[in-house]
């Protein structure tokens, strides 16, 4: 546990960083989020001015001047003219409260209104969550067009995306700051989040409902990419897993479908259709593995493979012994799953 | 015929031993001690039987199995002898029958893979061998085809055609057309998909195989393939209404009856329902599952298929029976392809055009809306829609089916078409259902239980023209067997519970019945003996589509245990016990 | 009463024989066993606080540890697994068997005091709900000692928390904790309410009653109807895990929803249950401290009743990102939003109540100006997660544990601390240090803010509750060390709070019956006051009997003193009507308390218990209630 | 009555502390001697590892690897044949009578290599730790006295009593819809 430099000059400027970041709410990147952080400014100003009236009344209430009158000690009789005086200062005071209220009310009203509303065919997605993944699954006008990945969302840029919401286990809630307020998954509910991503990049999310001991490592990715971009990508997710390109992906091969890891795991294109677990078709082709836990890289993967209890301790995920060669192959093949 | 109606009255005044009419309390009774009588016959030592008309079937002889599986295979004849199939493990033995009983000759018993056990399907039991040309053909519970000669018994060749390690198995019986076996395949439970094969009746090589899944190559789609529906007509459908990659592991299998019309040069097939039971697995249309082909006789190649549930949301798949027969069908004579489906509804269908004529519920059906024979294509109840993680109830039919493959007969001259119905109903929840090679491969919890109204099973005489039943006949347990239609006027079928009953085929009044050692879930039989006298075969032992629920295995306090059936037969144990008898009936 | 054996009444007594003969009467039996059957609601009292606070320090060290934890990212002091069990023990021990309790056990000390009377109502009941709570407390806190601790966070929200996702027993320990501290809340709601309406000093009529007490009055009814709710609730989580039914299963027709539904109607309510007492304690200890009675008793009572009746309405604020219908989730920020009025009427009271008062600034006064610092922040953001698309936002992260410890840090916590300076010498005899108390003060305060502030910013910046790392890949780490590093001033600032209250038990200065001048009717008893609380029952002609009648107060007497005896008096007017016996000391309440915790804890593993277990509480109680032939204990 | 209270609560406690344990992660030389079963010739019965005992006899009365065992049994497929213990096309283990015995080590033998009559062999398909899981939910479901640490029922349909409940000492419900 060294300190660190930067985190310590981090540590003294925490205003600026307040606004930016993968995951901020005041970070927008598409229409709702804009409007929610139009509106969580707004309140703020709302209610920071209101709190500083009200320290400003206390601090004037306690050093204004006082006329000195009896003893220190002796307690007070209100004169019942000041009194009633008081008394039409604080049904003004309680009047502006309510106009206040009332206002802020109706803007997050016409907001609610106004985030439902959205233009243009959407995109759906379904999303299910799992103890703790998430499984994607772009929807087309074809089942057999349908893409089925995990811990990672690609949008085009521009077009709504309708995230369809449901969960396999226990609750969970969806949450990419950037682009919208959360909503939660929940077992025997069907829930329905709409959003748009207005200029590309990649845009973090993560689990915000606690849904057990890994619930701070289930984050996923959302990518918003230009729409033809994002049709080629799609395509590409479309094609069965890629051949192994030399005989080390090959042996992986062979190990990652006749290892347990077929039990779990669907790699389209060969023997492997297990669906316990994340469909690991294209998993070279993502970012993060383990639901954001590890960067996708060789070395990550073999990694997680080797050990998966130490890195994301409690995932349903088990330790297979492999060997060293094995291992090496084995991680060698899942990079190569672009 | 006259003397025995006289004899139906009599019954109907003087017997309190009618299931079907008397009340509970005193079915109930006749139960007890028809148990105890059913025990003695299992001794050997006596027979029960009952008739106040003066009809009766003679008990001429009886043969034990020694095996406690689903015997789903009604013995055939074959030169005189009637061979029979035992459950896996199989043997088949050829039975001399005559006057004085029956007598083996000889026993084939093939190599078995004991493996199958936790594979096969439907209770270890497969259909009836085929016999044509003095040889004869047979499937087995661990995927092998075998041809052998009809009258020694000598194997001919052997053929693994169906490949255990998948959890493929062969259920059906083989149908010997010409120079060709066809076969088909079982295996819907564990994610198999489903095939129809041509092998070389001489050679036992396979000719060609046509799938229900998968690319127009493979299912054997080509230019002849002319459906008359317009939402079956696409390319590559059978991979195009999957996701990527589920048809391969899609089900569909081709388990149920097979039926040629030489004539045309067509075979027909149902197709069974998509793998897994999960829906959300495989959004889709899920062609070709849960549906009738009609194929070429010679090349295999599809000619039409009318799906009867696509996307099928509730299990029930297209191996109902199947049935010809050239009617007349509102004025104009037709050639039909009657289709006891087992959701439930009788399917008429032109069987040249593959044009649905008619389709009317003759079991209790909720699960689905009417009108499938306008549009072609039946309706969803939004009600009994099932959904991931939540329990739909009270679904009628149930998965298992309301019927079985060979739950059908036809009197042609009446119009009169009896079904063996299991009046079932359900509790489903679709749950994730994970593939691994050769395991189950599911995706639903289900309770099976009866109607509300109670009797689980029935006996239907339904009317083919104005598509109504003429008569039922309730029964406490589902019929999973067949009924036998005998052209002088009576209907026999066996029941779960262990009865063998005759009724009269005009207004389904009981003439006789007779306990049997054990529930019957096959059809009976009407052979010729070698002294040319007409007799009828039982043949007995628990099993089939229930499952061991219906034999000793299964422990019914699980509601979910032997595809649910555990729910509905708590309480059957007690009357009927499992292991296998053939009987042998005399008519009068 | 026959005139014949005429039993002692105080009024023939002389005043100096009175005390000895009152204090024979109520005094506490000496000894273990005498501890142990008192039914004196000064000791009980006395003991609630202490072992509140007590959770409290166990409830901060775990606080530390999580901030230990947070500090770095990636940081390895505690697995997922235990991370999980100590923020769920954190909030479960501060909501159930801290800030309720501690706030039901300063209206158990101060209650029968503020209104003139000798005891509780339900004095027995009073000592059973007290060994209940240590028995839920002691079960909660060994179970996690032994790794049993919950981990379903406080909320338990099902089906995480249901049979299939939480094996083991560390569920159905955290819910059947709930059952031991609702019990044992419900028991003290039913005192206050019944000492409230039936045991005021002659002349309190509803209109004088100290501002603390209708507070309380209207937390009891809060108590009353929220708690059912979750001890519903959790008891059917526990049939679910034990017996098997389908309550929450939505395979089999139950709804995980009515989880929340049932929680979410206890838990807001629960708020303002903690909350309430606190804005009463800032009006009873206000006029003391700007010399003049408190502006506006009326609007501060209607207010008071006002937020307790809405705090029914808005529970479904917990629930904005669940997917309920627009139309109810507007009607509910509509609701959450206008409880924002009321507790404005209470704050513009005590502002006009300063405006032209005379502050003298004592610790308390400066705990009550923190209060005024903090708690309008946490309301505000109140205001802001009200609005339901704001709150689909900040739900569930780092910006709500911003506000709600500023509602109940600032608004329950800060003036608990100026209750316990004000209240100490009454219950000690001595006061507490001024010069450590502005020490506590201001550490409290600066630490306070400092620590919590800057997590509304990491909550807008996407950090989410209840996860026990982030990864360097989130701009988290600065903000997280600089609240971890504040948090240690807010400890410091409670340690030094501590080792003051010990060491002003000994070595305080002597307090006088009423150090501060205050105007209510515990401050016209020695301090601390005897076992009969008064020697006779105070008659009461104003708001501020203290300050409104300056030479000696009117007595009412002809109460026994050879029995424990007090008056009734009518509920609206307080015009005595009878004289009724309080129970004598008892040792059963302990026994009680021993055999339901036993059956309690049994039933988490078979459901049998309920039967076998009952068997000794039904025991217990006949011993509880077994007629000595004494009319006190008939009565 | 406090004494055997209170000894009770200690030895519920104590009790407590091994059957809560989460031990998510086996260093592999344990996981290779846990798959150091001795079985008798026949594959029936024999000596179990030694490192089970050293261990304190983790998939036993451990409420975590009991649970993890019910949710392996319901993910590979174990469902599909023997239902909710109630059997289909595999044997019925709700009665605790089973083919192949119903020790442990008969139990990591049969679910290892599989058996002859069609149960086929996971030992390819689970590790030794989940397969030792397995092993200890299953003996909790052929048991008729319950015990404290057995797995509660699921978010699933009802079929029969959890295996907390003991469910082979239920009772046969009554056929419906007669």
Request: hydrophobic share 45%.
């Amino acid at each position: 546990m060294r300190p660190h430099p930067r985190l310590a000059a981090a540590a003294l400027l925490p205003l600026l960083t307040g606004c930016t970041g993968p995951q901020s709410a005041l970070d927008p990147q598409g229409p709702n989020a804009a409007s929610l952080a139009w509106l969580i400014w707004t309140f703020t100003a709302v209610c920071g001015l209101v709190w500083l009236l009200v320290l400003l009344t206390v601090g004037i209430a306690l050093w204004r001047r006082r006329a000195s009158s009896g003893a220190a000690d002796e307690p007070l009789r209100p004169e019942s003219a000041t009194e009633r005086r008081k008394q039409g200062v604080v049904i003004g005071a309680v009047v502006a409260t309510v106009l206040i209220i009332a206002t802020l009310t109706l803007m997050s009203f016409v907001a609610t209104r106004s985030l439902t509303a959205s233009s243009g065919e959407p995109l759906t997605v379904r999303l299910r969550g799992y103890q703790w993944w998430w499984e994607v699954t772009y929807t087309a006008d074809s089942p057999d067009r349908f893409v089925t990945a995990a811990n990672e969302i690609r949008v085009p840029v521009g077009r709504p995306v309708r995230l369809e919401l449901s969960s396999g286990d226990v609750i969970h809630s969806f949450w990419v700051p950037s682009l919208a307020g959360k909503q939660d998954m929940i077992p025997g509910r069907d829930n329905v989040l709409t959003f748009t991503a207005e200029r590309p990049g990649s845009y973090r999310a993560q689990c915000a409902e606690f849904c057990g001991m890994q619930h701070a490592r289930m984050a996923l990715v959302v990518i918003a990419m230009a729409a033809p971009e994002f049709e080629s990508w799609l395509d590409a997710q479309r094609q069965p897993a890629a051949e192994p390109a030399d005989e080390e992906q090959e042996a992986g091969r062979q190990v990652a479908t006749g290892k347990a890891c077929a039990a779990c795991h669907t790699i389209r294109g060969t023997r492997a259709a297990g669906t316990v677990g994340p469909d690991l078709t294209h998993v070279g082709s993502r970012q993060t593995i383990a639901a954001g836990t590890l960067p996708t890289t060789r070395g990550a993967l073999g990694a997680w493979i080797a050990d998966p209890q130490t890195v994301k301790p409690g995932n349903k995920m088990p330790m297979v012994p492999l060997s060293a060669d094995e291992l090496r192959a084995v991680s060698a093949y899942m990079a190569g799953l672009k | 015929m006259t003397a025995s109606t006289a004899g139906f009255a009599t019954i109907r005044q003087s017997d309190g031993h009618d299931p079907s009419g008397g009340s509970a309390a005193r079915w109930g009774i006749v139960a007890a001690i028809a148990a105890s009588v059913g025990w003695l016959l299992l001794s050997g030592t006596a027979v029960a039987q009952e008739s106040a008309s003066g009809f009766s079937l003679r008990l001429v002889g009886t043969f034990r199995t020694d095996n406690p599986n689903a015997h789903l295979a009604a013995p055939v004849m074959a030169g005189g002898r009637l061979l029979l199939l035992t459950p896996f493990p199989h043997r088949l033995t050829a039975l001399r029958l005559g006057p004085e009983g029956l007598h083996p000759e000889w026993r084939f018993t093939p190599e078995t893979d004991r493996m199958a056990e936790g594979t096969a399907c439907c209770g270890l039991g497969v259909r009836s061998p085929a016999v044509a040309g003095g040889r004869a053909f047979l499937n087995t519970a661990d995927g092998r085809t075998i041809a052998l000669d009809a009258a020694s018994g000598t194997k001919i060749w052997e053929m693994r055609t169906a490949d255990r390690g998948s959890g493929e198995s062969l259920a059906s019986s083989p149908l010997p057309v010409g120079d060709k076996v066809l076969i088909g395949n079982a295996g819907d439970d564990f994610g198999v998909r489903g095939w129809l094969k041509a092998l070389d009746a001489t050679s036992g090589a396979t000719l060609w195989t046509r799938y229900s899944t998968g690319p127009d190559e493979d299912v054997g789609i080509g230019p002849d393939f002319a459906p008359f529906y317009k939402i079956a007509r696409g390319r590559d459908l059978g991979a195009a209404t999957w996701p990527p990659g589920a048809w391969e592991r899609g089900g569909g299998s081709v388990s149920g009856p097979l039926m040629a019309d030489t004539g045309l040069g067509l075979v027909f097939h149902g197709t069974g329902r998509p793998a897994p039971l999960n829906p959300d697995q495989r959004p889709g249309e899920n062609r070709w599952t849960s549906g009738l082909f009609a194929r070429d006789l010679a090349t295999g190649a599809a000619r039409w298929f009318y799906q009867l549930a696509p996307h099928d949301q509730h299990g029930v798949s297209g191996t109902g029976p199947l049935i010809l027969a050239d009617r007349d069908w509102k004025g104009r004579a037709r050639k039909l392809l009657i289709h006891v489906g087992l959701n439930g509804h009788v399917y008429v269908l032109d069987r040249i055009s593959g044009e649905l004529l008619s389709a009317e519920a003759f079991a209790p059906v909720n699960a689905f809306r009417g009108g499938a024979a306008a549009s072609g294509a039946i309706a969803v109840a939004q009600e009994k829609a099932t959904r991931v993680g939540a329990t739909t109830r009270d679904v009628c039919p149930a998965w298992t089916g309301a019927t079985s493959s060979e739950g059908a007969a036809l009197s042609a001259e009446t119009g009169l078409l009896f079904i063996a119905a299991a009046r079932l109903c359900m509790d489903i929840e679709i749950r994730p259902a994970n593939y691994i090679r050769g395991t189950p491969y599911l995706g639903a919890n289900v309770r099976v239980k009866g109607p509300p109204e109670g009797g689980a099973g029935e006996l239907v005489a339904w009317r083919l023209d104005d598509a109504r039943p003429a008569w039922t006949v309730s029964e406490p347990y589902p019929l999973l067997g067949g009924p036998l239609w005998h052209p002088r006027g009576f209907v026999i079928y066996g029941t779960l519970d262990g009865w063998l009953k005759a009724l009269d085929a005009r207004d389904g009044r009981l003439v006789w019945q007779q306990r049997l050692a054990s529930g019957v879930v096959s059809a009976p039989m009407l052979v010729r003996g070698a002294d040319g006298a007409e007799y009828v075969t039982v043949l007995a032992g628990r099993g089939g589509a229930a499952g061991p629920a219906a034999g000793l295995e299964a422990d019914l306090r699980d509601a979910t245990a032997a595809r649910g059936f555990g729910n509905l037969l708590r309480g059957l144990s007690a009357e009927a016990q499992p292991g296998g008898t053939l009987y042998l009936f005399a008519l009068p | 009463m026959s005139a014949a054996s005429s039993p002692p009444l105080d009024i023939d007594i002389r005043h100096e024989e009175l005390d000895g003969r009152l204090a024979e009467t109520w005094r506490t039996r000496p000894g273990f066993w005498g501890a142990l059957a008192t039914v004196d609601h000064k000791v009980i009292g006395r003991r609630y606080i202490a072992t509140a606070f007590v959770f409290l320090i166990l409830g901060g060290i775990l606080a530390l540890a999580m901030r230990w934890q947070l500090a770095r990212p990636e940081g390895r002091l505690v697995s997922p697994d235990l991370y999980n069990q100590i923020f769920t023990m954190h909030g479960a021990n501060m909501m159930f068997l801290f800030a309720v309790p501690v706030m039901e056990a300063m209206a158990v000390y101060l209650v029968p005091l503020m209104l003139g009377t000798r005891n509780i109502a339900f004095p027995r009941l009073n000592a059973f709900s007290y060994w209940i709570y240590l028995a839920g407390g002691i079960l909660l806190w060994v179970s996690f000692a032994l790794n049993m601790g919950p981990d379903i966070g406080w909320f338990g929200y099902v089906p995480l928390s249901g049979p299939q996702f939480s094996p083991g027993k560390r569920a159905d320990i955290w819910a059947q904790m709930i059952t031991f501290t609702e019990i044992a809340a419900l028991a003290v709601a039913v005192e206050i309410v019944v000492t409230v309406f039936k045991q005021r000093a002659p002349g309190m009529t509803l209109d004088r009653i100290p501002l603390f007490v209708w507070a309380m009055l209207v937390t009891s009814f809060l108590v009353m109807l929220a708690m059912p709710a979750i001890m519903v609730a959790s008891t059917s989580l526990i049939l679910d895990r034990l017996v098997g039914t389908h309550f929450y299963n939505p395979a089999e027709g139950g709804d995980v929803l009515l989880w929340q539904h049932l929680f979410w109607f206890f838990g807001h309510p629960e708020v303002y249950i903690i909350f309430l007492p606190a804005t009463g304690m800032i009006s009873s200890m206000l006029p003391a401290f700007v010399r003049r009675p408190v502006f506006g008793y009326l609007p501060l009572v209607l207010s008071m009743v006002t937020i307790g009746i809405l705090s029914f309405g808005l529970w479904v604020h917990h629930m904005f990102t669940t997917g309920l219908p627009r139309l109810g989730e507007s009607f509910f920020t509509a609701s959450s939003m206008a409880i924002a009025v009321p507790a404005g009427v209470q704050i513009f009271c005590w502002i006009a109540t300063i405006w032209d008062g005379r502050p003298v600034y004592r610790t308390p006064f400066l705990f009550i100006l923190a209060f005024f610092f903090t708690f309008v922040l946490g309301g505000m953001t109140g205001v802001m997660v009200a609005s339901v698309p704001l709150d689909t936002q900040v739900h569930d992260t780092y910006f709500v544990v911003a506000h709600f410890h500023y509602v109940l840090i600032g608004g329950a916590v800060f003036p608990l601390m100026a209750a316990i300076y004000f209240w100490y010498p009454k219950m000690v005899g001595r006061m507490m240090s001024e010069r450590i108390g502005r020490w506590v003060a201001g550490l409290t305060f600066v630490g306070f803010n400092l620590a919590f502030f800057p997590m509304h910013i990491l909550g807008l910046q996407g950090m989410p509750r209840r996860i026990y790392t982030y990864q360097t890949d989130v701009p988290w780490s600065g903000l997280n060390l600089f609240v971890s590093l504040s948090t240690v001033i807010l400890a410091a600032g409670f340690l030094l709070f501590f080792i003051d209250a010990v060491r002003s038990a000994r070595r305080g200065e002597p307090a006088g019956e009423n150090p501060w001048g205050a105007p209510s009717l515990e401050w016209a008893t020695t301090s601390p006051p005897p076992p009969y609380n008064f020697a006779r029952i105070p008659v009461v002609t104003g708001r501020n009997p203290l300050w409104d009648e300056r030479g000696d107060m009117p007595v009412a007497s002809g109460l026994r003193v050879d029995r424990r005896e007090l008056l009734i008096t009518s509920v609206a007017d307080a015009i005595p009507e009878a004289r009724d016996s309080s129970p004598r000391d008892s040792i059963w309440p302990f026994w009680a308390a021993i055999a339901t915790s036993a059956m309690l804890i049994g039933s988490i593993f078979s459901p049998w218990a309920v039967v076998w277990g009952s068997i000794p509480v039904a025991i217990t109680l006949v011993g509880w209630f077994w007629p000595k032939g004494t009319p006190e204990d008939d009565a | 009555m406090r004494a055997v209270a209170i000894a009770g609560l200690a030895a519920l406690l104590a009790a407590g502390c091994q059957r809560e344990e989460r031990d998510l992660r086996l260093d592999p030389p344990v996981t290779a001697a846990l798959d150091q079963v001795a079985p008798m010739a026949n594959a029936v019965g024999g000596a179990p590892p030694d490192v089970l005992g050293a261990l304190g006899e983790p998939y036993e009365g451990n409420a975590y690897n009991l649970s993890e065992g019910k949710r392996l049994y319901s993910w590979f497929n174990c469902k599909g044949c023997h239902a909710d213990g109630g059997g289909a096309s595999g044997p019925a283990l709700l009665d605790g009578w089973w083919r192949y015995g119903s020790d442990p080590v008969s139990l990591f033998v049969t679910l290892r290599d599989g058996r002859q009559n069609g149960m086929p062999a996971y030992g390819d398909k689970l590790t030794t730790e989940q397969i030792w899981q397995l092993v200890g939910y299953l003996r909790t479901v052929g048991v008729s006295s319950a015990s404290f640490a057995a797995p509660s029922r699921n978010d699933e349909m009802q079929s029969r009593p959890a295996e907390n409940r003991a469910p082979a000492s239920a009772e046969l419900g009554t056929p419906p819809s007669r």
